[in-house]
């Protein structure tokens, strides 16, 4: 029997959104592996959002330079040496990039490097063609490349999903356990529509207030409700301009960050669920809201209909008028909303964060020793 493989998760970029779910939710799994010894790597600065890890895991704290170009300049540097003297054989990196000289370093790709095309600060242009040039070399470089969807294989820059495709697998991601539906729990009154995601560009949130102004004039008692951080505060600030310029300052409620436990709630006593981004590698709230049994309606783009299949109503993104009328359309048909939950919670059960762990246990397993991975690995999920 061979001994268990020493896996080091690189988890330094993993500060929010997706990146530190994934992490929160994978590493539990991966230690029961019996396969895998799991060690992580965080700054300091992100001790206490780790601090309640499965005993099992090796937490291993560090300090890095603080500018993300020092950040990424210690990772080359720094991380190799330290993977070698904790005895790692492999290296997972959750995003576009990692230590290309680490032991065997996988990446598992969660940014679209497409949101660059829809940003038009000039001040964040710089980040997205560094991110860009940061994804082609370690996308080269790594032994493995997991992808959260096949819409992200087929979107990897220079069309590369296609010469790299033997060391590329889908791997979907997950919803916890708590995103179910609850007997006697449903939408609440009067009727609201429900948003999750931290405040960027991508989530394409000025679209949605223009939407619900539309919204808002058929159904007088109609809310939006928005559950997020405010990470782009520029961007944030624009969307609550455009929610007062629309007369919507008292039918929009921002709540900020909320507990997974809350959110788990709302996602039950929203009316309708509306996934607006128009760039997602994933889309963590569209699968949460699903095995919640929310009633969604989500934007037709990028890996969106991958996820939903027929279990979610579909809208252009860019248009605020098509938004508008398929949100509508689930506010006023009952039958409709109940349709679409019942075919949503039965979607969402095929996305479990076991089955996210098994299969990237497998890829690390086959990486080190030198096996061919299982053909229900590679490729389409």
Request: hydrophobic letters at 50%; proline letters at 8%.
């Amino acid at each position: 029997m061979s001994p268990p493989i020493r896996l080091l998760v690189n988890g330094i970029h993993a500060k929010a959104g997706g990146g530190r779910t994934y992490l929160r939710m994978m590493l539990p799994h991966l230690a029961t592996h019996p396969d895998l010894v799991v060690d992580v790597v965080v700054t300091r600065a992100q001790a206490a959002e780790f601090a309640d890890l499965d005993p099992r895991v090796t937490l291993h704290l560090v300090d890095p330079l603080p500018t993300l170009p020092g950040l990424l300049l210690w990772e080359q540097a720094m991380l190799p040496i330290l993977a070698r003297r904790w005895g790692a054989q492999a290296t997972l990196s959750p995003a576009n990039y990692g230590p290309i000289l680490a032991p065997r370093p996988i990446l598992k790709m969660l940014n679209a490097l497409e949101v660059g095309r829809f940003e038009r600060r000039w001040s964040k242009r710089p980040y997205w063609f560094a991110l860009g040039i940061a994804t082609v070399i370690c996308l080269l470089a790594c032994r493995r490349v997991l992808v959260p969807s096949d819409y992200t294989r087929r979107a990897l820059p220079l069309g590369l999903g296609r010469p790299l495709a033997r060391k590329i697998a889908v791997v979907p991601m997950g919803a916890a356990p708590i995103f179910r539906p609850v007997a006697g729990e449903g939408p609440a009154a009067p009727p609201f529509v429900l948003a999750v995601g931290d405040m960027y560009v991508q989530k394409n949130y000025l679209n949605l207030i223009a939407a619900f102004a539309a919204v808002a004039r058929a159904m007088p008692d109609a809310r939006l409700k928005i559950a997020g951080r405010p990470i782009d505060a520029d961007y944030f600030a624009r969307v609550q301009e455009a929610a007062a310029r629309n007369g919507l300052a008292d039918r929009v409620d921002f709540l900020g960050q909320r507990a997974e436990h809350e959110i788990a709630a709302l996602y039950r006593q929203a009316t309708v669920f509306v996934f607006t981004s128009t760039v997602e590698t994933f889309g963590l709230p569209l699968v949460e809201a699903m095995a919640s049994g929310a009633a969604v309606a989500s934007s037709n783009t990028t890996a969106m209909p991958e996820l939903g299949d027929d279990a979610v109503l579909y809208f252009d993104p860019n248009d605020s008028g098509d938004m508008a009328r398929q949100i509508l359309a689930l506010l006023t048909d009952p039958v409709r909303r109940d349709e679409l939950r019942r075919k949503a919670a039965e979607r969402g059960k095929l996305f479990t964060w076991a089955e996210t762990a098994r299969r990237t246990a497998e890829i690390v397993v086959a990486c080190v020793r030198g096996e061919t991975l299982a053909a229900s690995a590679v490729g389409r999920s």
